[in-house]
DNA sequence: TGAAATTGCTTTCCAAGTCAACTACTTTCA
DNA sequence: TGAAAGTAGTTGACTTGGAAAGCAATTTCA
């Protein structure tokens, strides 16, 4: 990068914009052996971690609008990774599953999130990646 | 945000993608008020600042992939914001200009996103807002 | 020189996202 | 109670983005 670059570079909105995109470039060029999108793999660590999640709370956590979400869980369904099933208490409610390949997948995909993370980490000095982070939720 | 919330937080791409999506959201309804999306505005300000700037050279910089700068670019075109010129050292290149329309319309946006810059930055404490923007770009 | 390789940009085709409307269930309150 | 309002999720029409192929100009080098 040529140092006169890029008045744009004090605005972060860019500056978030830039390093989003070259992350999430790299990851899901990982991903892609899994065939498995980022959004897909946020959408499994959510139902791992979690707590029964209605398909409103997943949107949230995994970073998506409904519709989409609606949509990339009718793939993962068809992919055999989650299975849908209507919440006893109430009726309009979906709560949403890992089956046994979506868990296993999980697993392998995580292996390589975190190898990812490692190779981002290094970029920094040692504590700088957790302050980056940090710095990062205050915006969330 | 609840504390318990999100193991996920712990990975530099989620909260990239979680703070990324926050404040794209954000800037994009004040743009919307323009009728531009933030693409348009980073072409804008590239070619604003820039020496001469092809096709190849301005996709890097506005963070978009060649063939989504090409049909960005088409939009604008029809919008009267921008226009293109074939180079005349290299006949494959193409340069592309503002418009008095798109110079006019770059710096009523500006001012926008400059607010929203300011917005953004209250979030932090004085230095943190350049040092989150200094991590940023040792990413990209 | 001129055929082959490379480069710059665009097009095509398809996958994915958005907004707004819609269905179905639940809650409210007169 | 039951009509009106509110909420959860999905669907449909439209827009945008990406990968790969395509076209045209330029460079390479035998």
Redesign the pocket.
Known sequence: MSTELNLLGNHLSYALAAAHRRVAQSLSVRLKKHGI?I?AWRVMECLDAGTRL???ELAKQAL????????????MVSDGLVH?QISTS?????NLFLTKLGQRRMLQVRRDVEDEDRVLAEQFDTKDSARLIQLLSQLS
Chains 1, 2 share one sequence.
Do not use: T
């Open positions: 999108q959004e209605s398909m409103g998506l609008n409904p519709p989409a979400l609606s949509k990339l869980v009718d793939r849908r109430d009726q309009r409610q979906i």
